[in-house]
């Protein structure tokens, strides 16, 4: 008689513990650098982008479409070496309008990595990432970050496919601007795949 209790509490801790349908366990944790190489893939030097740190208006931002279930896990950026404070990093799915919103502070040394309150994503969504430096910036240099810039100095030809991945459009604004598809702002998304 114990032994069907156990049973039923193995399988049930058995079921709840494997609640992914794909029985893939490779793609249950967020992979941090999942747009960041789909961002170093399209926008090559090889493909005629230039990787520089310019652009100083206060928003960068640009919108994707995803095909792919999942969330989005983590937002990656790198502060300038003009810049030691933080940014409001907004990232929303503009087909649930589902969005988070948080103030971080990144190195300035390398891309860093920070977990966000996950945002879904259904296969077909699209998101917009911006990056707004705080106010009480002191100097119009420290509203820089690090872009991939058409050579020679013509508007990104979106749409731009790479992976599961659609790049539609960027733009930049804030104390000047908006300036539409000037360039690919390098702002990292981490997604898991569901």
Not at 4 to 28: E, K, R
Not at 45 to 66: C, F, P, S
């Amino acid at each position: 008689m114990k032994t069907l209790p156990t049973l039923i509490l193995c399988i049930t801790a058995f079921t709840i513990l494997s609640c992914d349908n794909d029985n893939d366990p490779t793609n249950n944790v967020c992979d941090s650098t999942y747009v960041s190489t789909l961002i170093t893939t399209a926008f090559t030097t090889a493909n005629g982008y230039d990787d520089v740190t310019t652009m100083d208006l206060e928003t960068h931002e640009y919108t994707i479409q995803i095909n792919a279930n999942g969330e989005i896990c983590t937002v990656g950026y790198q502060n300038p070496t003009t810049y030691t404070g933080g940014y409001t990093m907004e990232v929303t799915n503009t087909t649930t309008s589902v969005t988070y919103t948080g103030i971080h502070t990144f190195s300035q040394t390398t891309l860093d990595y920070q977990s966000i309150t996950p945002v879904p994503v259904s296969s077909g969504d699209i998101i917009t990432v911006k990056r707004t430096i705080l106010p009480g910036y002191t100097v119009l240099n420290q509203t820089v970050g690090r872009i991939l810039r058409k050579n020679p100095f013509t508007t990104v030809p979106y749409p731009i496919t790479q992976g599961n991945v659609v790049f539609l459009s960027s733009n930049f604004h804030g104390a000047g601007g908006p300036v539409p598809n000037y360039a690919q702002p390098y702002i990292a998304l981490g997604f898991k795949v569901i």
